[in-house]
């Protein structure tokens, strides 16, 4: 059977190596003697983890993080060997598996701590978590400081368990208004910290700020930061455009399916939810909801075909979206442009993200 099917007929997306390695540069300048984490979870945010970790590694990143064990196993057989952490929890099977491929655990509570000793089968490496105020994961230091670190020293007190590490997540670092909650939940880390250096614990790496922390908050970079969407040419907020000399890394193109002209009044899609005012000229697209297109933004969404912008219309299909190109020489066949540039237009994540009422992270992982 001949599979040569040309991989290009109907959707692909474009990842710029050069692009995210100048990325990481920006991030490791800003972080000036801090050690780098590249995160890599969900994919590399949709750029393919693998392909994303052999560049930064090249490029000298220190660390790297993914989600699920799977994520980090998949690193290790492609031959990455920089230091891993594993920011999710790992199910009970997986933990002999992890520690033998030296993937170092995020530890949330003292329960995890005994089972990751019980189960490892050798030395493992973790993080503690602390939860500084995003009620997610991690040990309680907002009822107290102090009760977190007689925890804390009670998982360290665990045969065959090294601490590696110490990290918080901020929920709110990249929303001014919001500074004084950042700053109380970097206090809570600090204070931690503190309470473990009276009980004679030293913590070799402490890692709080994230992507929006790098590029604003100096004070929090300590002794490693934590790389995310601004390594794939994001900010991390609208507002925030412009911080960090970022580039966008992804690109996503599809073709013209059909081009066909519709008369006034006639409706297109689902729904029939656009109606055209004057006689039209409709491209139909091979790409939809099921490929990571938002559907939510449906009538609203801006393409690019031959340098020039075009407005999607009617609602995003599974696999089909249709534009106005009235007016345009677009015939079947012709690239069109969903993410990235064309010409002197360019379309970003954030762009397709706001319209969708969605955020960049999201359709890029998708």
Known sequence: MNHDIERRGRIWAEVDLDALVHNYRSAQKAAGDAKTLAVLKANAYGHGAVEAA??????????FAVAAPCEAVELREAGIGEPIILLGIAPDSDIAQLAALNIELACPSVDHARKFAALAGKMVRVHIQLDTGMSRLGFDTVSGPAQAAEQIAEAASLSGLEIAGMFTHFCVSDTREEDEYTLRQ??????????????GISIPLCHCAN???ILRFPQMRLDMVREGIILYGVAPDDWMDGMGDLRPVMSVRTRVMQVKEIKAGTTVGYGRTWRAERDTRVATLGIGYADGYPRGGSNKHELLVNGKRVRQ??????????MDVTGLDVQQGDVVTLLGTDGGACITASDVAKTANTIAHEFLCN
Do not use: N, P, W
Not at 54 to 63: I, P
Not at 186 to 199: G, I, V, Y
């Open 186 to 199: 970097f206090a809570l880390f600090c204070e931690t910290r503190d309470e473990l250096q009276k009980r």
């Open 211 to 213: 992507s929006a922390a």
């Open 313 to 322: 219309i009617g609602r995003v299909c599974m696999d089909i979206t249709m």
């Open 54 to 63: 052999r560049a930064l590694s090249a490029a000298g990143a220190d660390y």
